[in-house]
């Protein structure tokens, strides 16, 4: 199984950017995808999940600027984000959790490659 991240760049202040992951590897189905993210100097910390249903979590800087949303049938998560900050820079990764795969294999969590977010003032 792997998760394959795109969308990052460099965009100003009060800009948008979309970022996608998108897993492979024979899925059977997937529990939660999400986003995390790793600022300068810091520590990763959640910005988004989704379950396969509707649960969605939001770190408390993002709500009402970040979007996140499933496309289950391709398992692929995206993440919407409108008026970044330049408190956005980070590198963001992509994680999937509980996935079954056709041959029966269950992986607890897997995460993607970093895509980086840089966000000028």
């Known amino acids: 199984v792997q998760l394959q991240a795109s969308g990052g760049g460099l965009v100003q202040a009060g800009g948008s950017l979309r970022l996608s992951c998108a897993a492979s590897?024979?899925?059977?189905?997937?529990?939660?995808m999400g986003w995390y993210r790793q600022p300068p100097g810091k520590e990763r910390e959640l910005v988004a999940a989704?379950?396969?249903?509707?649960?969605?979590n939001y770190e408390d800087s993002v709500k009402g600027r970040f979007t996140i949303s499933r496309d289950n049938a391709k398992n692929t998560v995206y993440l919407q984000m409108n008026s970044l900050k330049p408190e956005d820079t980070a590198v963001y990764y992509c994680?999937?959790?509980?996935?079954?795969?056709?041959?029966?294999?269950?992986?607890?969590?897997?995460w993607g490659q970093g895509t980086q977010v840089t966000v000028s003032s």
């Open positions: 590897g024979s899925i059977l189905s997937i529990g939660s």
């Open positions: 994680i999937a959790r509980r996935i079954v795969t056709s041959n029966g294999h269950r992986h607890p969590e897997v």
């Open positions: 989704k379950s396969s249903g509707e649960n969605i």
